[in-house]
């Protein structure tokens, strides 16, 4: 309808009451916003009769929809009526329809200028002469429209429908049905956009609100923009002197975006909370944000700040994080293992959320938005926080443990982002690991260590508590082995221990294996001090029984130092360390163990080679069952802390006994040094060198001392002695003469030119033969000078004192 210039109004005549009755007996709920603001009621209470045109119209666009190639009743279409409700449910393409077809004077034309008065008036005349023509253009023009419109929503229904994983958007925008070994396909949608048309008048803005919270996106956001547009043009017109409604709109429009901007974006964060609406809103939030971020630079900036890509960045961050604290998180407790629990889940979470990225959400987005690869670099970046955040209540190794194993190994394995489902598109993506502060891992690793530290040191009070509970406070004896020596438990405690502890970060990393190894080295090179303290404070009264534990402790402590030198080729200087503790612990149990036997041994020793040696032998057998008992606990000592007891032993025997002839107390006389001759050959030259051959000594050298000596003392003739005095010598290069001389006097050679002439000789050799310097034994014998002085004087002084006489 539309007025003349003299202002009546021109009744366009309708279809006919059998027409109406065809037009409007199909099912069309759709409503027609502007042709019903079309029925006007004039101020004289008529009502405009465009009833009939508005139906005509609606009729006709409904034929017009019918042709359209994706229109059900087409029999090309492979489209349902699934089709046509998932363009219902995507707003279908939310047109905005022209205004009712009513002719005023001012109603642009057609053709030709519509500004003109003269083409005004042919077109008012055309109409006026045949409204038939009027409304045929009309309907031409619409269905152009329709048709534009329902080709953008074709691709929106496209796109759902590839979502559901039965079609496939290639390049060319054509849609082809593909599943291969049964798998949804998803791939993004097209890059390239065009804007559908915008309405020449926008909604009001609490439509355009309301269309935002109803999330009708695409609608409210066309709708925003001729917003836009008639705010801009009317800061164009004012200038400088804008009315305050202006500014009303205008603040008004920064609201709306922020509103809209608000919605996107909690779209953005939780895409699965209903993914039958979220999926295709999601179409509709990227060509939002990729048109809003066309226009950043432009100068309606200024109505939504910011840049949209990296507001969507965020949220998909935000999403995450979101998604993560939706994990169970069990306290220590609920849970002994909470920790372990939890990464499980997070790691299980994580996968199957990507696995929906790259399946489905992907679909919805162009491929500049790297969907899939902002998902897995928020994902490294929150899970990274998140685990800083968990690090904070981690106290036992356990946790320490399983916080490493999920860091270094787990992480990057095939149950989480090496997983098979997730190939290939994870391997292409920018960041490829967890997004940790840079000293982060280093500190987890240092308190690892130090915590593994902690529960060593723990371990090892623990088994010393239990030595002295189980053993010492029982005066229990202790067990052997296997292999026939007896050992604690304690070495195969700290042995699988250790190991384990080895063995578990080797699974983690080579390079933590090292640090543990280093750690736990460092802890265990305090265990032999402490040990041995404990040791001295409970069995210093266990006399019976000390000998035993001592040897225990040599077996237990040289196992498990042998065992810690696998670990040398890992921390050679740490092992050395513990090495060097170890055998200060068994020097000094060996060291106890020689103390006691000479104790045991010393008034034996001090009776030999004395009158009452001479006559009976009761001292010496003694001497003999020592030597023998003390063989026997060599016998249970492992090699070599055995052969150097008794090689140790044997030296103190030895020279023990050879230092009674350096006291000077006894010199055999009427013949009797054959006797004492024949018995230091069998004590010293045979007895005690089968003793200590039996306990594996090492000191052979020793064994021709008995030989040597009692070839000297039993010798019938003084001057034949010079003879075995050149064995003697080189048998035991460090004799001087005041040992010799100490001999002799043993002999019956107290003083004389004989003795003189002896003692010359060994001066002589001395100098001429160059024995093994290494062997000593003389040199550790104390000489008691009870002879004459005058007996250590030259010959030639001697001969030239009888001259003087």
Not at 10 to 18: D, F, R, T, V
Not at 263 to 268: E, G, P
Not at 282 to 297: F, G, S
Request: net charge negative; proline share 5%; charged share 30%.
């Amino acid at each position: 309808m539309t007025e003349h210039s003299t202002g009546r109004p021109l009744q366009i005549p309708g279809p006919s009451s059998a027409e109406m009755a065809q037009m409007t007996s199909g099912d069309h709920p759709d409503t027609d916003r502007v042709s019903i603001q079309s029925n006007e009621t004039k101020p004289n209470g008529t009502t405009k009769n465009t009833q009939g045109v508005k139906e005509f119209l609606r009729q006709s666009f409904r034929q017009v929809g019918e042709k359209s190639p994706f229109s059900p009743n087409n029999k090309g279409s492979k489209a349902t009526r699934k089709v046509d409700s998932a363009r219902n449910d995507l707003g279908s393409v939310h047109q905005q329809e022209p205004p009712s077809p009513t002719l005023t004077p001012s109603s642009p034309v057609a053709n030709g200028n519509p500004s003109s008065p003269a083409a005004r008036k042919k077109s008012l005349s055309s109409s006026l002469s045949d409204p038939t023509m009027m409304i045929s253009d009309s309907l031409v023009k619409r269905g152009a429209s329709i048709r534009r419109s329902l080709e953008f929503g074709s691709k929106r229904i496209k796109a759902k429908i590839c979502r559901q994983g039965a079609l496939t958007p290639f390049k060319d925008d054509l849609m082809v049905e593909k599943k291969e070994e049964g798998e949804e396909v998803c791939e993004e949608i097209e890059e390239s956009y065009t804007l559908p048309e915008i309405p020449n008048t926008p909604l009001s803005v609490i439509q355009i609100s309301q269309l935002i919270d109803k999330e009708e996106l695409e609608e409210a956001h066309l709708n925003l923009l001729s917003l836009r547009q008639e705010v801009q043009q009317e800061i164009e017109q004012c200038g400088k002197d804008s009315p305050m409604n202006l500014a009303k709109k205008e603040k008004d429009l920064s609201l709306l975006y922020k509103d809209l901007r608000h919605k996107v974006m909690d779209i953005v964060r939780d895409p699965n909370s209903s993914p039958s609406r979220n999926k295709g809103l999601l179409v509709h939030v990227a060509r939002i944000i990729q048109e809003e971020d066309k226009d950043a630079v432009g100068p309606h900036k200024k109505y939504h700040p910011g840049n949209w890509m990296e507001a969507w960045v965020e949220a998909v961050s935000e999403g995450v994080k979101a998604k993560l604290e939706s994990i169970p998180l069990e306290s220590r407790e609920q849970n002994g293992s909470w920790l372990s629990v939890h990464l499980g889940l997070l790691g299980k979470a994580m996968v199957e959320d990507l696995e929906t990225v790259k399946k489905e959400l992907r679909c919805s987005y162009p491929p500049s938005f790297k969907v899939f690869s902002t998902y897995v670099k928020s994902y490294h970046g929150i899970v990274g926080q998140h685990l800083k955040e968990l690090q904070q209540q981690v106290t036992e190794l356990k946790e320490f443990y399983a916080l490493l194993k999920w860091i270094i190994k787990d992480y990057q394995s095939d149950r989480i982002i090496g997983s098979p489902s997730l190939q290939p598109e994870i391997g292409e993506c920018e960041s490829t690991g967890l997004l940790l502060e840079d000293n982060f891992l280093d500190q987890l690793t240092e308190k690892y260590c130090c915590r593994m530290k902690e529960d060593i040191g723990s371990s090892l009070d623990k088994l010393i508590e239990m030595e002295i509970e189980d053993v010492w406070s029982e005066r229990k004896l202790p067990e052997k082995g296997d292999d026939g020596f007896p050992s604690s438990k304690f070495p195969m405690d700290i042995r699988v221990k250790f190991d384990s502890n080895v063995k578990n970060s080797k699974q983690i990393d080579a390079e933590l294996e090292g640090k543990v190894i280093s750690s736990c080295l460092e802890e265990l090179k305090l265990f032999p001090k402490s040990f041995d303290e404990k040791f001295r404070d409970h069995c210093s009264t266990a006399e019976e029984l000390r000998a035993e534990y001592q040897i225990t402790y040599i077996n237990s402590f040289s196992d498990l130092q042998q065992h810690m030198e696998g670990y040398r080729d890992y921390c050679p200087e740490k092992v050395e360390d513990f090495r060097k503790e170890v055998k200060w612990l068994i020097d000094r149990r060996i060291k106890d163990l020689e103390e006691e036997f000479k104790e045991h041994v010393k008034p034996y020793l001090g009776r030999m080679l004395t009158r009452k040696w001479l006559t009976d032998d009761d001292d010496f057998k003694k001497l003999c069952s020592c030597i023998e008992k003390l063989s026997q606990h060599c016998a249970l000592i492992r090699p070599p802390h055995a052969q150097e007891l008794a090689r140790q032993l044997h030296y103190h025997v030895v020279k023990e006994y050879v230092s009674q002839l350096m006291r000077n107390d006894y010199s055999c006389k009427n013949q009797k040094h054959q006797k004492a001759a024949s018995k230091i050959h069998e004590q010293l030259g045979l007895r005690l060198p089968e003793l200590f051959e039996e306990m594996n000594s090492t000191h052979e050298w020793l064994h021709p001392l008995g030989v040597e000596l009692s070839g000297i003392i039993g010798q019938k003739n003084t001057m034949d002695i010079k003879d075995r005095v050149w064995s003697l010598v080189l048998h035991y290069p460090d004799i001087s003469r005041k040992h010799l001389a100490a001999v002799l006097y043993f002999r019956g050679v107290k003083r004389g030119r004989e003795h003189q002439q002896i003692l010359e000789k060994l001066t002589d050799l001395k100098t001429n033969i160059a024995g093994d310097k290494s062997r000593v034994l003389f040199c550790d014998m104390e000489v008691i000078n009870r002879i004459n002085c005058l007996s250590n004087l030259p010959f030639c002084c001697l001969r030239a004192s009888s001259t003087q006489t």
